[in-house]
T-cell receptor, first 114, second 115 residues
Framework: AQKITQTQPGMFVQEKEAVTLDCTYD???????LFWYKQPSSGEMIFLIY??????QNATEGRYSLNFQKARKSANLVISASQLGDSAMYFC???????????FGKGTMLLVSP | SQTIHQWPATLVQPVGSPLSLECTVE??????LYWYRQAAGRGLQLLFY??????ISSEVPQNLSASRPQDRQFILSSKKLLLSDSGFYLC??????????????FGPGTRLLVL
């Protein structure tokens, strides 16, 4: 079975500061993928970043980076230089090689203040 | 480029009435398709997924059903809605690869309120 845990129900950050959103996972698969999605108030789920379990380097996509610590089974999302438009719900998800679908965490609400 | 459409955007239905939500994908062939439900302030619950026309897998027992009459069309239905069916319904697609890197892309969603 796969499990994603996001322990931060809400996070606050000031504009232009960096913020880290935590995600830990549990799986018995050797090959798996980790994903982060952003859900603004409009509701649409927006794909942000992907990290493969065999990737040696941490994934980066613009202001988003994934701090992947395989031994600790964590895949934290780092947002640099926060912007007001970053205020949203953020979901961590994973997919094992033996699974057809994604397993999602319960999400973290991020609020960026001026 | 690929796009995914869902309609209607919002829907208010009485208890016991039927439901039909539609999802279509453009710009890709033979996608994997998914239906999720999100209750207010909660995470996503996978309802159905499909790897091809007529191939539907159900993840949770409920009074909902799904159909895939065409390659890029996915329909979520109910014969009689319950109050507990209220929520935000999201359709998603992915390019079938079979690997852990398969990324799902989501539509804009349908907000359903059952009264």
């Amino acid at each position: 079975a796969q499990k994603i845990t996001q322990t931060q129900p809400g996070m606050f950050v000031q504009e232009k500061e960096a913020v880290t959103l935590d995600c830990t996972y549990d799986t018995s698969d050797q090959s798996y993928g980790l994903f982060w999605y952003k859900q603004p108030s409009s509701g649409e789920m927006i794909f942000l970043i992907y990290q493969g379990s065999y990737d040696e380097q941490n994934a980066t996509e613009g202001r988003y980076s994934l701090n992947f610590q395989k031994a600790r089974k964590s895949a934290n999302l780092v947002i640099s230089a926060s912007q007001l438009g970053d205020s949203a719900m953020y979901f961590c998800a994973m997919r094992g090689s033996g699974y057809s679908t994604l397993t999602f965490g319960k999400g973290t609400m991020l609020l960026v203040s001026p | 480029s690929q796009t995914i459409h869902q309609w209607p955007a919002t829907l208010v239905q009485p208890v016991g009435s039927p439901l039909s939500l539609e999802c279509t994908v453009e710009g890709t062939s033979n996608p994997n398709l998914y239906w999720y439900r999100q209750a207010a302030g909660r995470g996503l619950q996978l309802l159905f997924y499909s790897v091809g026309i007529g191939q539907i897998s159900s993840e949770v027992p409920q009074n909902l059903s799904a159909s895939r009459p065409q390659d890029r069309q996915f329909i979520l239905s109910s014969k009689k809605l319950l109050l507990s069916d209220s929520g935000f319904y999201l359709c998603a697609w992915s390019v079938h690869s079979g690997g852990s890197q398969e990324t799902q892309y989501f539509g804009p969603g349908t907000r359903l309120l059952v009264l």
